[in-house]
Structures are given as C-alpha cells and as structure tokens.
C-alpha cells in the first residue's frame, strides 16, 4: 500500500474511533432493557469467577457468547459499563476497518473506503454500542466471517488460505453462539470457495464438471472441515453444559419456541411484556410433569411448551400466519433503531401528537437510511451480479430473512445483515468488470 493511501486509511480509523467512543462517553445514558440487564449481570459473575449466574440461578437461556466477550473485558479493566460500551465503539471501529479490506480486494480502493464508511458512520451502530446488547459484537464477528472468507478465495498461496479460512471458521463458532441462527451461514464458505472456482474441466460434461469442481477444490474441503469443527468446539460444550443441568439432551438455544409462540400470535400485538405471554409462560412452567422423576419445569421444558402451544396456533389459523410471516420482512429490514436512545425512543405517533415535530423529523430521516442502503445495495448486487462473492452473500441475505420470517423479527437483528449491504452498496460505485464491458 502506498504511503498515502496508508495514511488516510488511519486517519479514517482515528476519526471513527473518536466519534464513537466520544459518543459511548457523552451521549444520554441508553434505556436498560431486560437483555442488557442479564448480559451485565452474567458477565459480572463470570468476571468474578461466579459462574454463569444471574440472580443466583444457573442460566441457561442466554447464549454464552457476548456474556463471555464482557467478561473478559471486565476481568481486565474493572466491572464499570462505560469499559463495555468502549469495548462495543472498538468493535465497530474494527468492522468498519474489515469490511474496507474486503470491498478493497473486490472492487477496488475507492469502494473500501465506501464500505468502511458506511459502517462507521451507519447511525443504529452508535445507539447500540452504549447499550449492553449483543449488536456490535455480532455486527464485528460477521464481519469478519464474510472477510475471511471473501479474502481466503481471492488470495494467492494455499497457506495463506487456510489460515484465513481458519479465522472464517472460528469467526463463525462465535457467532453460533451469541446468536445462534447464524448456525445458518455454514454454507457461506463452502459456496464461497465454489463459485470462486474459474475454468474448472469445462470440457467434461456439467454433472461431472461441477463434481470436479468440489472433489479437487482444496479450499472448498478445507474450509468445509474448518467451519464444521469450530461449530462443534462452540456449540457441543454449551450443549453439554446445559444438558447436565437438566438432565436430558437439549438444544444450542431456548429461545426459538418463545419466537415462534409471539410471531404465531403476532408480536405487533403481543410482546414478552404482555399479559397473554406471561399466562402462557406460568401455563408451560407449572405444567405437570411427564413423570414422576422428571426434573423440574426448566427453560427447555417451558420452550417447547410454547413451542406446541405456537405449532398449534399456526394449525388452526394458518392464513393469520401467513399474514404475519410476510410483515415480518419489512419488521426485520426498517427500522429508525432509537428504541434505546431516550431523545427518540418513543413511537412516530407520540412524537406527532406532542406537536414535537423536531423529534419526529430526526427519527424519520434516521427511518430513511436503511431503506437508501438498501436501494445502493440492490445496484451493486445488479452490477456485480457475477462476483464469486455475490452468490455466497446473497445466500447469508435469505437465510437471516427467512429464519426470523418465521420465527420472530425486529429491526435490531436485521441490523446483523449491515456488513453484507455495505459490501454490495459499496459495489454500487464500481463499474462493470473488463470482461462484462467487453462481452
């Protein structure tokens, strides 16, 4: 890299860094939400060797994964959550620094420096890194997830390779377990590695060319073995964990059957602070036990109770589901993401009928910004419609669409997709490649 160019990338670093962690240290105090209250509490206790522990019970129901990421930080710098908000303003910062290197290798200098912008400057980032939430982490772990990749099928020499492979895989593991319906994104590398494949046996008949193509893709196995593995060490401790304290087999998370039960009865209308919710809850608590030795109504247990209760409600009244799943889209996708932030956190409707025009202004323009990336993403996705990448990406896209279509959504794990629209929206400003102008 040339002098130059290294110095801006810095200065660009510098900058980011001191806005966001200038905001993590002068902005309103963020509203606590039950999540944060429990990620700061578990971390608490894990940093003081207490195990993972909140309000004196064993938890079994939050994924170790940013529990894990506070703790190590508070075990270093002290338990204050200023540490853990400067700890999440760094994790952008880091984010926005590797999604430029990857738009960098795909499109070229100028589409780096767009992408890392993007990141850096995208307003719900600054909301969530001063809150106790797992966004940021997530956000800087996918990240680097589809950075590895992309950058381990570009890159020349088969060592190199595999160790960026390697750090996809363990990126991966991580974020299996803080949101672990990213178990979904598995097949991101192996198709990576697959349509990044160029002139392979052409002249053999297609079924056998594309069989060539996996059998004697080196990356394709490599990296297939490396994701397969770090799942395993990520996922199969926890299990075990959870399993011996309830006494039988159980899942990664306990959380899917309470997603479905609100999304079946729709959660524009029912949350977890709602009546409904909560005698559903106490019904799957104290329900009686299958047997006399069965333990105790656990997090588990009561999970897949709601989950039949969902299951059921979906039997009888598939078209309201059905109605339900499509709005969970655009739940998923739009967003002004200031619930958090007391300056904007009411609804737009509170906002108008205070005659607070100021308020509502900002939280529409802030309404506006997903939808325009969106718009820049989908002209990258069309101009760069043949990059080995866009395939994988666009797969990573409908997976992280679908699953919370039919389970649950809201605009904050839409926000995990922010990484892959940045790429493509920085594409948007890259031309055709030499061979399509030439075609």
């Not at 939400?33 to 522990?53: F, I, M, N, P, R």
């Not at 608590?285 to 299951?311: G, M, N, T, Y």
């Not at 039997?315 to 998923?332: G, I, M, Q």
């Amino acid at each position: 890299m040339h002098a130059p160019a290294r110095r801006n990338r810095f200065l660009l670093l510098a900058v980011a860094t001191a806005l966001h962690v200038a905001w993590v240290l002068l902005a309103p105090r963020p509203i606590i939400s039950s999540d944060a209250d429990s990620y700061q509490q578990l971390a608490t206790h894990l940093a003081d060797g207490g195990g993972y522990v909140a309000d004196g019970h064993p938890i079994t129901n939050y994924v170790p994964g940013y529990p894990g990421f506070l703790a190590g930080i508070y075990a270093i710098f002290g338990h204050n959550p200023i540490v853990g908000y400067l700890a999440n303003a760094l994790l952008v910062v880091a984010a926005a620094a590797g999604l430029g290197l990857l738009a960098e290798r795909a499109f070229g200098r100028r589409c780096g420096w767009i992408a890392g912008a993007i990141v850096a400057g995208y307003p719900a980032l600054f909301f969530y890194a001063s809150t106790m939430n797992a966004e940021c982490l997530v956000i800087a772990l996918a990240t680097l997830f589809f950075a590895a990749t992309g950058l381990a099928v570009s890159s020349a020499g088969q060592a190199r390779k595999n160790a960026l492979l390697g750090v996809a895989a363990v990126a991966l593991g991580g974020l299996a377990i803080t949101k672990p319906e990213l178990l979904l994104w598995a097949p991101v590398v192996p198709l990576a590695a697959f349509t990044s494949v160029r002139g392979t046996t052409s002249e053999l008949p297609r079924y056998r060319a594309v069989l060539a193509r996996i059998f004697s893709n080196r990356p394709l196995l490599i990296g297939t073995v490396a994701v397969t593995l770090a799942l395993a060490a990520a996922i199969l401790p926890w299990q075990a964990r959870n399993s011996a304290l309830v006494g039988r087999r159980v899942g990664v998370s306990s959380s899917s059957g309470y997603a479905l039960w609100l999304t079946a009865h729709d959660p524009q209308l029912l949350d977890t602070q709602s009546d409904d919710f909560h005698a559903a809850w106490d019904r799957c608590e104290h329900e009686e036990p299958s047997s006399p030795a069965a333990p105790k109504a656990d997090d588990f247990a009561i999970d897949a109770c709601l989950r039949k209760d969902a299951v059921a409600m979906v039997r009888t009244h598939p078209s309201h589901y059905a109605k339900v799943v499509v709005k969970n889209v655009p739940r998923l996708l739009l967003g002004s993401h200031t619930e958090f932030f007391p300056p904007l956190a009411e609804a737009f409707g509170t906002y108008k009928a205070r005659g607070q025009y100021g308020a509502l202004a900002a939280k529409g323009l802030l309404f506006l910004v997903p939808i325009v990336l969106y718009g820049l993403a989908a002209v990258g996705i069309f101009r760069q419609r043949k990059h080995p990448l866009t395939i994988p990406f666009l797969y990573a896209v409908v997976a992280k669409v679908a699953i919370h279509a039919v389970v649950f959504s809201t605009a904050r794990y839409g926000l995990h997709l922010l990484p892959i629209f940045a790429f493509f929206a920085a594409g948007a400003f890259r031309g055709p490649a030499r061979e399509e102008r030439e075609a």
